[in-house]
């Protein structure tokens, strides 16, 4: 597994109404682990993708680029990408 994080940096209103408006088109079994914080100066947006390989695809994708403007989410003022080690949800580690 492996876990991105995207710093959106704006007024975190504004920011939040986007994210809304985005997860609102994404399948919520799509989720399967991820975060939204809201920070003082923004987004801090915490997804996990199956593998690297399908990090990559999905977030350099057209359709969700296209997505995340749609709905108001401009570019990330930056992004990473790590393995995870552990994860845990609903008080049970998941894999």
Avoid: K
């Avoid at 923004?42 to 199956?50: A, E, N, V």
């Avoid at 350099?60 to 949800?89: I, K, M, N, Q, W």
């Amino acid at each position: 597994m492996h876990a991105s994080i995207w710093q959106f940096r704006g007024d975190p209103d504004a920011l939040t109404s986007a994210y809304e408006s985005m997860v609102a088109e994404i399948p919520s079994e799509n989720m399967r682990l991820h975060l939204c914080l809201r920070t003082d100066d923004g987004l801090l947006m915490i997804d996990t993708c199956p593998s690297q390989e399908v990090f990559a695809a999905f977030a350099g994708s057209e359709a969700f680029r296209s997505l995340r403007e749609a709905c108001g989410l401009p570019e990330p003022d930056s992004l990473e990408d790590h393995p995870v080690y552990a994860a845990f949800a609903g008080g049970q580690r998941v894999s």
